[in-house]
């Protein structure tokens, strides 16, 4: 019995230990498994890294000439070295997948031992690579983001300017080619760029960066300027001089005069001067001609004329007034003051009360003027946008998708519940019909959220690319190569967090690795 017993411990400790070994051999299979995928990966993406700043030194070798004649061959020879060393490792890679399907193990071991050799020569390479292109590949990169920038906004404007087409006839054309002398100068960036220019093409950004500015502003008042300069001034100007006395015939002339060289420069202006002009013209035309009928009313008034003026102008006004669709309450008060001046005006008053309330119903009546000339450009310009109304809608909703499936939109509860929101605008707004008054409504919150995950991708972009230039650091310097097995577990950690989408948190980790 005890001999049995002895032999059933003895079996069970023997079945042991080769399930240990069983399982030793599989984690060792496992770890050498995804060790050489991940060190493939490594070795294409910094390949095909030197093949691309190879091709850029070319660029700036052609046209520098011999300045960097010199880094191009000595970067070609690296290349060349590493394209020869990656064929090396995909040879020991394929010899290491032979000898984990034939489970040898010993022959793994040989074969991974040779490639760690191969690893430490590509770095090596790959570190002297990155040392001889560093005077150009850094500013170069920073170059392009600044440029892909300004190249998104400024087609953002062209595109915003060719829905407002039908709308700004005269001042299109004018628009459309400051947008592409814009884009004229940024190629100008491109040329500083491949000539190695660096400073020039940062100076010629931070200019353009301010004319881009200059460009939005524009583009945000250019209805405004359409409607002033080519409808509204040159109507009253031509009005008033059909109607003028000789005394006020040159002077009206001279203002349309100024008007008509101020539509024809009115692009070589500053902005705020171009608006500050177009206000000093409409002061002109209320100086000379609110203040004299209030001047003239009073005379009129005195022979007994002015009662019946004043009567046939409350009419008119009157009759603005009730062909109003839409009453807003300031224009009420002023078409309410006219009224009470009128009617005061009947009783007997002396010479100054009755003044006063001629100058009062003049001041309410060029009020009321101004504030039913705002109406009616509002109803006006609602008439002209109302058939781009529905191109904006379909824009913002193009701009819906492709933010909320944008794969540098980061996967966070802030993200998750910005695009919940907006899947339940679209589905409750947008998916069954078109309910203009609907869509008012949410509009702001709607183009609000979509605006801030735009912002939010270009963060996980910025984050992303961040990411790799420190990780492309970290595996060039000389304390992975001291530790290359740790390192590379720390970064499989990271990469698993881009694949997740957590860009930021990814960069702050790979930093604290750097570190």
């Known amino acids: 019995m005890n001999i049995l017993y002895i032999f059933l411990i003895c079996l069970c400790a023997i079945i042991l230990v080769l399930l240990v070994v069983v399982l030793i051999r599989k984690l060792m299979f496992d770890h050498y498994s995804k060790h050489k995928n991940l060190t493939w990966e490594y070795v294409q993406k910094n390949t095909n890294y030197a093949k691309i700043t190879v091709n850029k030194c070319e660029v700036l070798k052609r046209s520098t000439k011999k300045k960097y004649e010199y880094i191009y061959y000595d970067l070609h020879e690296l290349f060349t070295e590493l394209e020869k060393i990656s064929k090396t490792i995909l040879t020991n890679i394929t010899t290491i997948d032979t000898n984990l399907t034939n489970k040898k193990l010993s022959a793994v071991i040989k074969e991974y031992k040779k490639l760690k050799q191969n690893i430490n020569l590509f770095n090596k390479k790959n570190q002297q690579f990155s040392e001889k292109s560093s005077s150009f590949e850094i500013p170069w990169t920073m170059i392009d983001e600044d440029f892909s920038n300004l190249l998104d906004i400024s087609q953002h ?44 093409a940062s100076e010629t950004l931070e200019k353009l960066k301010i004319k881009i500015k200059e460009l939005s502003k524009l583009n945000s008042s250019i209805e405004k300027i359409e409607y002033t300069l080519f409808s ?111 009617k005061s005006m009947n009783r007997d008053e002396s010479y100054e009360i009755l003044k006063q309330l001629i100058e009062s119903f003049f001041e309410y009546a060029f009020k009321f003027e101004n504030e039913y000339i705002q ?128 860009f930021k948190k990814a960069y702050f980790e790979i930093k604290k690795i750097v570190k």
């Open 157 to 200: 404007i062209i595109n915003d300017l060719k829905i407002k087409q039908p709308i700004i006839p005269n001042t299109y054309d004018i628009c459309a080619k400051k947008l592409n002398n814009f884009r004229n100068d940024l190629n100008l960036i491109e040329n500083y760029k491949y000539k190695a220019e660096f400073s020039k």
């Open 232 to 342: 509204s001034l040159p109507y009253t100007l031509n009005k008033k001089l059909s109607n003028a006395t000789n005394a006020d015939r040159e002077y009206l002339t001279k203002l349309v005069n100024e008007l008509n060289v101020l539509t024809q420069d009115w692009d070589k202006l500053k902005l705020v001067d171009l608006i500050e002009r177009i206000k000093s013209i409409y002061q002109v035309i209320y100086d000379m001609h609110y203040q004299k009928i209030a001047y003239q009313s009073i005379t009129n008034y005195l022979n007994k004329n002015f009662s019946i003026m004043t009567k046939n102008i409350f009419i008119k006004k009157e009759e603005q007034f009730n062909q109003l669709s839409f009453i807003n309450d300031q224009i009420k008060i002023y078409y309410d003051k006219m009224h009470e001046s009128l």
């Open 375 to 502: 109406l009616m450009l509002e109803k006006q310009q609602k008439k002209n946008n109302k058939h781009t109304k529905k191109d904006k809608v379909n824009q913002s909703i193009d701009a819906y998708f492709a933010v909320i499936y944008n794969p540098y939109l980061e996967q966070n509860k802030e993200n998750l519940e910005v695009i919940d929101l907006l899947k339940n605008i679209y589905q409750q707004n947008f998916v069954n019909s078109f309910n203009a008054e609907q869509i008012s409504k949410i509009w702001d919150t709607w183009v609000f959220n979509i605006s801030l995950l735009i912002s939010k991708i270009a963060e996980g972009n910025k984050y992303k690319k961040l990411y790799f230039l420190l990780e492309n650091h970290l595996v060039n310097s000389s304390k992975y190569n001291a530790n290359i097995n740790e390192y590379n577990e720390q970064i499989k950690i990271t990469r698993s967090l881009i694949e997740q989408r957590k």
